[in-house]
């Protein structure tokens, strides 16, 4: 039974990060122009000196072109690479204390993320144990991500309502925390119309949903009539968070019976921008690579979560994406469908893009692509040589390059790239003996 669980879970994780352009151009190759490619990079990238946790500020004054960004979309190649997870919690940190940051929107559900938020908060309870018995995903049950969340705790130790950090989810697909949030929070205001929500929505905090869409409705029409009363009961505040909930369960409602990833990645960025909307300040999103690219295309099916914020701010959102050449990684095996940690060989990526990455003077490093795209041969290289990440799924046949599938690494996408060389598992409490 747990292997079925994970294998939907990663088939979830993999619609979010395999999507199909129209183009199919050849992919460039042969180890002279990647030789002359990897001398011309080598001009223009920023080596890592220190590993990501123990960066300091002076070396992340290069992403200060951000500052200005509204919110700024922070990658990953896989969901369970350490290094990917560590260095976005040290670029979180840089932007709260230079860029005035409060908020870290997750690839989580919202319901889900108040739990871990109210730990920012209060300080209650082992974050661990917490982790462990309420975090959905195995992707993010992780001691990097623990962390994150006790930096992001102690930061809040003495500081006012205004300066605390604080996480919350922007996806949309589980019933399992926003149905029995919806009820508690209403029932406290309105303790008949919380048992009429009940009612209608029994089954639904265990995944249950067929035939429940017209209950689902009803329960978003039961709250939007009602609004004056649930406001004056409590608060604007709190009506907000309760309609936001209610529209989240429709969401989750739409995702998991239309089997459509445009409709998740548009709910995502409508989620992203209902938060943004209720701070003051800039803020942080933590999602996969293929998630956060600003993908400026004609077919809808192209247009991930990071176009449709861009596309709703009018600009004021910016990116930036991971890349690796080998190492080990948590995933599930596409043939035994197993969570476990799995290893890239050194010659997995050939015809990929993360072959030219791999062959850079350092190992690990950061650019700016738009200095890199002025480059006419890199520029020719990167928008035909497809780009090899993955989402849950670790697969161990030899890959062909195919960049209908493996998207090019396009500028549009990303404002900055981070390239790790070798990467190492995530340290997955699933895993944990």
């Known amino acids: 039974m747990k292997n079925i669980t994970l294998l939907v879970l990663a088939i979830l994780f993999l619609n979010g990060c395999s999507k199909k352009i129209d183009e199919n151009p050849t992919p460039i190759s042969g180890e002279t122009l990647l030789t002359q490619n990897a001398a011309e990079l080598n001009k223009l990238i920023v080596p890592m000196q220190h590993e990501p946790l123990n960066l300091s500020d002076a070396e992340l004054a290069y992403f200060d072109d951000l500052k200005s960004a509204q919110i700024i979309g922070l990658g990953e ?36 993320s108040l739990i871990f938020d109210e730990y920012l908060q209060t300080g209650n309870g082992d974050i661990e144990k917490l982790m462990k018995e309420k975090m959905y995903f195995w992707t993010w049950n992780t001691s990097e991500v623990k962390d994150l969340l006790v930096w992001m705790k102690d930061y809040n130790i003495g500081k006012s309502s205004k300066e605390r950090l604080h996480i919350y989810g922007v996806d949309c697909q589980t019933f399992r925390y926003n149905v029995p949030e919806l009820i508690k929070r209403v029932s406290v205001i309105d303790a008949k119309m919380g048992q009429e929500i009940s009612n209608l929505l029994t089954d639904l905090n265990v995944d249950k949903f067929e035939g429940k869409k017209a209950n689902i409705l009803l329960v978003n029409e039961l709250i939007k009539n009602n ?14 968070f309760i309609e936001h909930i209610a529209d989240i369960i429709v969401q989750t409602e739409t995702d998991l019976t239309s089997n459509n990833q445009e409709n998740r990645d548009l709910f995502m960025a409508e989620n992203t921008i209902w938060l943004k909307k209720h701070t003051a300040y800039p803020m942080s999103v933590w999602a996969h690579n293929a998630h956060i690219k600003n993908t ?23 990116t930036i994406g991971f890349s690796f050449a080998e190492g080990s990684v948590t995933a599930v095996d596409s043939e035994s469908n197993k969570l476990g940690y799995y290893n890239f060989g050194i010659n997995s990526f050939t015809g990929y893009s993360n072959e030219l ?77």
């Not at 493996?406 to 990303?414: I, T």
């Open 227 to 240: 609004k004056a009363s649930l406001t004056l009961k409590s608060s604007s505040t709190e009506y907000d």
């Open 77 to 112: 190649a896989t969901h369970g690479s350490k290094e990917f997870f560590q260095m976005k919690h040290r670029l979180f940190k840089y932007f709260v204390e230079h860029f005035n940051h409060k908020v870290f929107a997750f690839e989580m559900d919202f319901s889900e």
């Open 357 to 433: 990455l791999s062959k850079a003077k350092t190992p690990n490093f950061f650019y700016k692509t738009a200095i890199v795209y002025r480059n006419a041969g890199l520029h020719t290289y990167f928008d035909n040589t497809p780009f090899y990440q993955i989402g849950a799924v670790f697969y161990a046949k030899p890959m062909t390059p195919d960049v209908k599938v493996y998207v090019p690494l396009l500028e549009v996408n990303y404002n900055y790239v981070i390239h790790i060389n070798k990467t190492t598992n995530s340290d997955n409490y699933w895993l944990r003996k």
């Open 296 to 318: 400026e295309s004609s077919n809808a099916s192209d247009r991930m979560m990071g176009y449709h914020i861009n596309n709703k701010l009018q600009g004021g959102y910016s």
